[in-house]
């Protein structure tokens, strides 16, 4: 067995998540304000696994619905005015320059929310299958409702699998010079 593999219903050592998509999405809406626009009403602070960058994200909505602009400075401003301990003064400068680092390109901003909204779903898929196990083995109430608590659960994890969609970027259409080459299977075109 290699080191990825578990035995089927092993839990994971840790709840999927992605910090570095986590800070390139945040980066790369404190880069760009095209991205803020495009992705601050779409992004949710629970699609985050470090509460810290969830926080950071509702900043940055509260300042985008205002009309303020978000930046380092705007961000850090806010952090200050709220009294953020874990962001005051040096640290919250060193956290959003620690985001802008992260960022390889605004480019892609697209595609990082989409990695961070996929881990929230996959982690939601989690819970919803701790808690069917666990309405399965209460014993408690019938099978109608056992069967009510778990269309529930599915309920609460399509609607994180279509948040997930929602921040796909859209597919780009294949070029003159790719079309034939998908059509045969190929599709890189550098060959």
């Given at each position: 067995?290699?080191?990825?593999?578990?035995?089927?219903?092993?839990?994971?050592?840790?709840?999927?998540?992605?910090?570095?998509?986590?800070?390139?999405?945040?980066?790369?809406?404190?880069?760009?304000?095209?991205?803020?626009?495009?992705?601050?009403?779409?992004?949710?602070?629970?699609?985050?696994?470090?509460?810290?960058?969830?926080?950071?994200?509702?900043?940055?909505?509260?300042?985008?619905?205002?009309?303020?602009?978000?930046?380092?400075?705007?961000?850090?401003?806010?952090?200050?005015?709220?009294?953020?301990?874990?962001?005051?003064?040096?640290?919250?400068?060193?956290?959003?320059?620690?985001?802008?680092?992260?960022?390889?390109?605004?480019?892609?901003?697209?595609?990082?929310?989409?990695?961070?909204?996929?881990?929230?779903?996959?982690?939601?898929?989690?819970?919803?299958?701790?808690?069917?196990?666990?309405?399965?083995?209460?014993?408690h109430?019938?099978?109608?409702?056992?069967?009510?608590?778990a269309?529930?659960?599915?309920?609460?994890?399509?609607?994180?699998?279509?948040?997930?969609?929602?921040?796909?970027p859209?597919?780009?259409?294949?070029?003159?010079?790719?079309?034939?080459?998908?059509?045969?299977?190929?599709?890189?075109?550098?060959?």
């Amino acid at each position: 067995m290699t080191g990825q593999q578990r035995p089927w219903g092993a839990e994971p050592a840790e709840p999927p998540q992605d910090i570095p998509a986590e800070q390139a999405v945040l980066g790369a809406i404190l880069l760009g304000a095209e991205v803020a626009s495009r992705l601050l009403p779409r992004l949710r602070a629970e699609q985050f696994y470090r509460p810290a960058h969830g926080e950071l994200l509702g900043v940055m909505q509260h300042l985008n619905d205002r009309g303020d602009p978000v930046d380092p400075l705007t961000v850090h401003a806010e952090l200050r005015r709220r009294g953020r301990i874990q962001f005051c003064e040096r640290k919250a400068a060193v956290v959003l320059h620690d985001l802008l680092a992260a960022t390889p390109t605004v480019a892609n901003a697209g595609y990082y929310a989409c990695i961070v909204a996929e881990m929230a779903a996959r982690r939601r898929a989690i819970e919803a299958g701790v808690r069917l196990v666990q309405l399965a083995g209460a014993g408690h109430g019938d099978l109608d409702e056992l069967m009510s608590g778990a269309v529930h659960e599915l309920a609460c994890l399509r609607a994180a699998v279509d948040r997930h969609h929602a921040l796909a970027p859209p597919v780009r259409e294949a070029s003159p010079v790719e079309r034939p080459l998908r059509a045969v299977g190929h599709s890189d075109t550098s060959r």
